[in-house]
């Protein structure tokens, strides 16, 4: 049986997450844990977060997480979710500047004040609500994904890979900024696909039956 480990920091809509792979890949044993050996071991591990990026280190480090996380990353499917994506990075302007995991190169950079370019309307901050991804070529988990089809968003702070290679996926507020990163066994979304209604189960399902 597959396992799929959700990692508990204390941080995300854990059980969301959870009943979305369920229904999606209903033969998995789907498991919140923050035990260091069932991340490890299991066959896929998802990384979700939301709140404060300088949280999110913290409860890590708290838990003695940082090193299972960038282990997991670099060794077995992973799916990153909202704040998981940019901890994944190196640095995040959040906080007055905090220090991320470091997995991939890049920075996690404010919105600041956004105007609509058509229209010059101030756009509100933080981005909610539902928004287009722009598939930046083909991936498996875009797999059944029509092209820009809708997630749904919540974030003040958007991804600023430093290699534009990993960027997979693109979304237009005010401009355009990266919603999707990927490289080898890895793969994390800006949105909540747990939120996301049909378009984002595809995505949950793609990871689960994912084997790069």
């Not at 909202?82 to 901890?87: D, H, S, V």
């Not at 995991?101 to 509100?124: I, Y």
Request: hydrophobic share 45%.
């Amino acid at each position: 049986m597959t396992s799929i480990a959700i990692i508990d920091y204390g941080m995300g809509n854990l059980r969301s997450v959870a009943k979305a792979l369920e229904h999606v890949a209903p033969t998995a044993r789907v498991c919140i844990t923050q035990d260091r050996h069932d991340i490890l071991h299991a066959d896929r591990v998802v990384f979700p977060g939301q709140g404060s990026i300088r949280d999110c280190m913290r409860e890590l480090a708290r838990w003695d997480l940082i090193d299972v996380v960038r282990a997991a990353a670099c060794s077995k499917p992973f799916l990153g979710l909202c704040l998981g994506p940019q901890a994944l990075l190196d640095f995040s302007e959040e906080n007055g500047g905090t220090p991320c995991l470091g997995v991939l190169p890049g920075r996690v950079v404010w919105f600041g004040e956004l105007h609509d370019p058509d229209s010059a309307e101030r756009l509100k901050v933080p981005h909610m609500g539902w928004n287009q991804v722009h598939q930046l070529g083909a991936h498996p988990l875009w797999s059944g994904i029509a092209q820009d089809s809708r997630f749904y968003f919540v974030h003040s702070y958007y991804l600023q890979p430093a290699d534009p290679a990993l960027a997979a996926g693109q979304t237009r507020y005010g401009f355009s900024f990266t919603s999707a990163i990927a490289r080898d066994n890895l793969f994390a979304v800006q949105f909540h696909p747990e939120k996301s209604a049909a378009a984002g189960l595809r995505l949950l399902a793609n990871f689960a039956g994912w084997n790069p």
